[in-house]
């Protein structure tokens, strides 16, 4: 099934994924993000997966700043018929945090605006499955480090002999996923808040939810 005629909304430039995928979790909606005219990557809140059958995850965040993006509501009957048509292979949510995370780092717009430091000591839950997952050279390095003993981001550096953007960029995807416990402190934990950025975001909710209580009026 094709999604051309469904309503959408353009995704703004300056928009937060991370925020948007983390509001999409919270809401239990179904939403897909159009990356061109047929190719789309569905962020299922229900099942918290997501769907990339047109392999556009590592470019998303991409295209988001370019302003080639739009969002679209999946409402149950859709999103089964879509399941169908596509038979797409369904993800871990916590994959495309860390993508967007990690190739969407900018010192200026990361989780060091949102309460991360360099200073933070921090564990990992789990090792990021990395064989999926963008990484550099060192990424399996600062994963065993992390995991094996709370470290800081400044320390880690210095131990491994690795430039601190790299692993400030490795903390802003362990961040993201949810994945890094901040132990000198409160746990960096995502939490659904005013942002200057997220207009479009409330107004993609409301829409949803008025789309949702439209079905249920039917």
């Known amino acids: 099934m094709a999604l051309e005629n469904s309503s959408q909304q353009p995704l703004l430039p300056n928009t937060d994924l991370i925020d948007l995928v ?13 990356t061109g005219p047929t190719q789309v990557l569905v962020v299922d809140g229900e099942q918290d997966v997501f769907y990339d059958p047109d392999q556009v995850v590592m470019d998303l965040v991409g295209l988001s700043k370019a302003g080639e993006c739009q969002t679209l509501a999946l ?24 993508v967007i995370g990690y190739t969407g780092y900018d010192p200026e717009d990361c989780c060091f605006h949102k309460g991360c430091r360099t200073e ?21 390095r600062l994963a065993s480090l992390f995991s094996l003993r709370p470290t800081s981001v ?19 995807a362990a961040c993201s996923a949810g994945l890094a416990v901040r132990k000198n402190g409160e746990s960096i934990e ?10 479009l975001i409330s107004a993609i909710f409301s829409y949803l939810g008025s789309r949702r209580k439209e079905q249920a009026e039917v």
């Open 190 to 199: 995502w939490q659904p808040r005013p942002h200057r950025r997220q207009k």
């Open 154 to 172: 400044y320390l880690a550096g210095r131990i491994l002999k690795v430039e601190l953007e790299e692993v400030k960029r490795f903390y802003n």
């Open 120 to 140: 933070d000591v921090i564990q990992l839950k789990r090792w990021p499955n990395l064989t999926r997952l963008p990484r550099s050279g060192n990424s399996i």
């Open 22 to 34: 983390n509001q999409t979790r919270l809401d239990k909606q179904v939403v897909a993000i159009r």
């Open 75 to 98: 409402p149950p009957k859709r999103k089964t018929q879509w399941l169908l048509d596509r038979q797409p292979q369904s993800r871990p949510m916590e994959e495309l945090l860390w």
